[in-house]
């Protein structure tokens, strides 16, 4: 659980407002929280649109915390009310919790590649949603042979969310690297649940 201590740190260094969100409330009841078709619209008319921002992530690199946090430029799409793009989503933010160092190194050279997500609205108020992101697959060579390696993400988890601000028009993400497999088979290279935030303005 050391990423998710970081991901605290990042949401204090960045300014982000803590998540006072119904995903994690224990006050509610067991009745349905679905959201009707009419409040899923009135959701997507709220932050449907292209956004820009930070991708901020864990450079697992560093011994010191404030020089563990790196940030790249980043955009992304939320194309209709359940289809979520991230344009040339970086590799690096996903090798650096790597611990095998060819893998992690020849992993982070790779191009950017579109990651596209399912999403579920949940709220209404703040606009929230639930973040299931697709796995990536890399053909990446490494120690003279080549691999097929895939970066797979938490889905169907709170921990993997969006909330929109209002006040401040700022869409705040969030998406866990959960797990890793080479060729087919998991790897043990991913020690642990990697997290990587958003964080930007609507155009």
Wanted: charged share 20%; glycine share 6%; with cysteine.
């Amino acid at each position: 659980m050391k990423q998710f201590k970081f991901l605290s740190a990042v949401c204090c260094m960045v300014a982000v407002t803590a998540f006072s969100s119904c995903l994690f409330s224990d006050d509610d009841d067991d009745t349905d929280k679905s959201l009707t078709p009419t409040q899923v619209a009135q959701c997507f008319a709220i932050v449907g649109g292209d956004y820009q921002g930070k991708l901020i992530y864990y450079a697992a690199s560093s011994a010191k915390v404030a020089e563990a946090i790196d940030t790249l430029d980043i955009a992304w799409s939320i194309a209709s009310d359940s289809t979520l793009v991230i344009h040339q989503f970086p590799a690096e933010a996903v090798a650096n919790g790597i611990s095998y160092a060819p893998l992690r190194e020849a992993l982070a050279e790779q191009p950017g590649k579109t990651l596209n997500c399912y999403i579920g609205f949940v709220s209404t108020s703040p606009v929230e949603f639930l973040i299931n992101p697709w796995t990536l697959t890399y053909n990446v060579e490494y120690e003279g042979e080549e691999h097929k390696v895939q970066v797979l993400f938490y889905v169907y988890s709170a921990y993997s969310f969006g909330s929109y601000d209002a006040t401040k028009k700022e869409l705040t993400m969030k998406i866990v690297e959960g797990g890793l497999y080479i060729d087919g088979k998991q790897s043990g290279y991913l020690s642990s649940d990697i997290p990587i935030v958003f964080k930007s303005e609507k155009k």
